[in-house]
């Protein structure tokens, strides 16, 4: 779990301060070793700190909290993330909107995108497949948090599964070329600062017809 959080937290972390966003953690947690699906965990997370990261400006805050909470089911944890910002926020008007699909709240006197984009749906779709629960609560011009409480299933301390270890000689990556295809500006700028740092010469194509 630590090391799960680790990664996200150093995903985000430069790219954060170059925006002049103080990004903090904190984890409270007992069990450190359990049973998860990190594919599923890591959508759920990076859609809320790339909509952090996007929503707050230069100057704000993003606070991620992971606490182990009490669970009824023996031989489980309850987890429970809180990811806080200090951006635009939504209204509450918006609130009960932000989880269907294509939902997005408009600032008509700037006339800029506000709320947590299009990621929303789908990431409360996986929490749903993990047995979980998704929160949020948000105030224009103040910020928004989202609270996410996940079961997992404790496990050894003396078992540590991991995939296969692959050793990449990234000398063979030099001067080669990608292109890339995102419509995402952040995405985008995530995929290309981890392709440009083990060498790749990388064109980005915002859509298929450019």
């Known amino acids: 779990t630590k090391s799960f ?9 430069e790219m954060m301060a170059a925006k002049n966003i103080e990004f903090t953690r904190e984890i409270d947690v007992q069990h450190i070793n359990v049973y998860c699906d990190p594919t599923k965990l890591r959508e759920v997370f990076l859609n809320i700190l790339s909509n952090a990261y996007k929503y707050t400006n230069a100057g704000g805050k993003v606070h991620m909290a992971l606490r182990e909470i009490p669970c009824d089911r023996a031989g489980w944890v309850l987890y429970e993330t809180t990811i806080s910002d200090t951006g635009m926020g939504m209204s509450e008007e918006f609130l009960p909107q932000i989880f269907d699909e294509f939902s997005r709240e408009n600032n008509t006197t700037a006339n800029k995108i506000e709320g947590t984009g299009l990621g929303m749906p789908i990431v409360k779709r996986l929490v749903e497949l993990m047995d979980g629960t998704i929160r949020v609560k948000s ?21 540590e599964v991991l995939p296969p270890h692959v050793e990449a000689d990234e000398s063979l990556f030099e001067g080669k070329r990608i292109l890339l295809a995102e419509d995402n500006d952040l995405n985008a700028e995530i995929a290309q600062e981890i392709l440009t740092s083990v060498g790749f010469l990388v064109e980005r194509a915002e859509d298929g017809i450019v």
């Open 139 to 159: 105030k224009k011009g103040i910020g928004t948090t989202f609270v996410v409480t996940l079961p997992h299933r404790i496990a050894d301390e003396q078992v």
């Open 5 to 13: 959080n680790d990664t996200l937290f150093y995903v985000f972390h």
